[in-house]
Every structure is written in C-alpha cells, then in structure tokens.
Nanobody
C-alpha cells in the first residue's frame, strides 16, 4: 500500500523558515521523481519544486527560487523542502507526489501517480 506522508507544516512568521518532510512507504525512493505542490485558498494546486530520481535535476517555481531547497535522503525514504524567507504568498496546503520515472521531473500534476494528503503552511504575523 503506497503511502506518502507530509509533515513539518505549521504557522510561521514572514521571513521565517520551515522544513517540510515527505516520507514514502511501500516502495524505494531510488527510482522515483518527487514533486512538491502548493494549493493556496481558492486557487489551483501548482508546482513548487521537484527532484529527479537520479538527484541530478531539480526544478523550482520562479516564486520560490533562491528561497526553497529540495533534497532527498533515499536511505530514509524521505524528501525535504527547506523553506527560507517565507512570505504570506507561501501560505497553502503543501502536497508531495511521486512518479516512477527517469530524466526530468515534472512540474505539472498529471506527471505524478501517487499523492500525500498535504500539510498546512500558514505564513502570518
């Protein structure tokens, strides 16, 4: 039974930091692209970042470049999203997703087969 579980969300002040984790069970991370997506209130779910199965390719949305860093620890079957310098625009539910593939990771929803249930991030003073 494939399961992706996000954690690390919460309330943070503007300019602060959070580290989100996505822990995967039932398969090894080695052959999977992992993406992070954000859904703000009343808006569509959009790609924030992704990392390829080979760890060689990463993608960041323009809005988070230079502030967010994605990384993976295959031994722990966990992918991280380090969020620094957060702003209220970063508020939303953050979902991780997985797709067994190689090459470039996808920055669009249909590119992923497995999804977590999300973790809430609220940036507010």
């Amino acid at each position: 039974h494939v399961q992706l579980v996000e954690s690390g969300g919460g309330l943070v002040q503007p300019g602060g930091s959070l580290r989100l984790s996505c822990t995967i069970s039932a398969f090894s991370l080695d052959y999977y692209h992992i993406g992070w997506f954000r859904q703000a209130p009343g808006k569509e779910r959009v790609a924030v970042s992704c990392i390829s199965s080979s760890d060689a390719v990463t993608y960041y949305a323009d809005s988070v470049k230079g502030r967010f860093t994605i990384s993976r620890d295959n031994a722990m079957n966990t992918v991280y999203l380090q969020m620094n310098g957060v702003t209220p625009d970063d508020t939303g539910i953050y979902y991780c997703a997985a797709e067994q593939s190689y090459g470039y990771c996808a920055n669009y929803l249909p590119g992923y087969d497995f999804w977590g249930r999300g973790t809430q991030v609220t940036v507010s003073s």
